[in-house]
């Protein structure tokens, strides 16, 4: 199937993933039956494995499940067993990565998806080190509604953390925000990025707005296919504003008859935050999307925005 697109969620490049992300939330989930319409759409016994010619490689709570819309194939249990033994000075490492890769058929792209590779620091090199010539996809959201997010995430499991606004501040009388808190760490784009550009020229590099991929799907969509070099099958017509999920849903994919949504876990109600605390983590991150806009010579305007959510 020219322009298809199959992804795998296995960490693959990461030696000692920690940080329980939404990797390894959706690397379960993907395993369940029925999740995103089940089937395979690799033949087993067909096609061969690659190493993937693009990596989705953040950020947590981007909006990351949006992409591709529907593609995860491989046995996610089978990858997980053996996302810790690949070791980039491992003799095999390659042969490994290859192996936890699902198989394609010519014409289709291999994918994989780690959302916490754009925050750990190894992760350029040792993937440069691997797959040079490797798109990357990165998808990029309001920091400060990232971190609320991302806190909403971790709330959801874990009820007795600490506040939103505790958690933010090393000293809150100060207003000495707490940067070495992931949630509000993994929001300052432009360090993570100058980590990238030391090893990975711009031009392999994809910017996706996570708020257009809300407002405008189809459009963000559109950017990803061409950056992949697909023909633009994911257009429009497959996507409606679902106003009960208050989201873009999927009309009808191909492997299912009814429409999708992304599930529960995905489009949280967030919890009311103190605007003196948003306000505070605004300016905070205000000079470190300015530097992301000129580093990436791309507006995402997240100044300009009034509320979050
Ligand atoms: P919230 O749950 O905080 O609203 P990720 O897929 O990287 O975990 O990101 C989750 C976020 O994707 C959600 O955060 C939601 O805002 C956003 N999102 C983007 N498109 C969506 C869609 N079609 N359905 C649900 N959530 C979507």
Redesign the pocket.
């Known amino acids: 199937a020219p322009g298809e697109v199959i992804t795998a969620q296995s960490g693959a490049f990461e030696r000692d993933p920690q940080e329980s992300s939404?990797t390894d939330e959706e690397l379960s989930r993907a395993g369940s039956p029925g999740s995103r319409g089940g089937s395979s759409r690799t033949t087993p016994g067909y096609g061969e494995k690659r190493l993937p010619q693009a990596l989705i490689i953040g950020?947590?709570?981007?909006?990351?499940?949006?992409l591709p819309p529907s593609s995860v194939t491989a046995g996610p249990q089978a990858l997980l067993s053996q996302r810790c033994i690949w070791s980039e000075t491992h003799p095999r490492g390659l042969r490994l990565l290859r192996n936890v890769m699902p198989k394609t058929l010519d014409g289709q792209i291999t994918m994989e998806k780690t959302?916490s590779y754009f925050v750990t620091n190894e992760a350029p090199r040792r993937i440069h080190s691997m797959a040079k010539d490797t798109k990357l996809i990165v998808?990029v959201?309001n920091p400060v509604?990232r971190a609320?997010?991302d806190y909403?995430?971790t709330l959801s499991k874990k009820p007795e953390i600490p506040t939103f606004e505790v958690l933010a501040f090393k000293n809150r009388t100060l207003g000495l925000i707490d940067a070495s808190w992931s949630a509000i760490r993994i929001g300052i784009y432009a360090l993570h990025l100058e980590n990238w550009l030391q090893y990975f020229p711009l031009s392999q590099i994809l910017f996706v707005s996570?708020e257009r991929?809300?407002t405008d799907?189809a459009g963000e969509m559109a950017k990803v296919q061409d950056f992949l070099g697909l023909k633009r099958i994911v257009t429009e017509k497959h996507f409606y504003f679902n106003k009960t999920?208050g989201?873009?849903?999927l009309k009808k994919p191909e492997d299912s008859s009814a429409p999708r949504?992304?599930g529960k876990?995905?489009?949280?109600t967030?919890p009311k935050i103190d605007p003196d605390v948003i306000h505070r983590l605004r300016k905070f991150y205000k000079p470190f999307n300015v530097m992301f806009y000129q580093m990436t010579g791309q507006d995402f305007q997240w100044e300009q925005e009034e509320s979050d959510?």
């Open positions: 939404t950020v947590k709570k981007g909006g990351t499940r949006q959302p998808v959201r509604t609320i997010s909403t995430q996570g991929l809300i799907p999920k989201f873009p849903c949504c992304l876990s995905k489009g949280r967030h959510k």
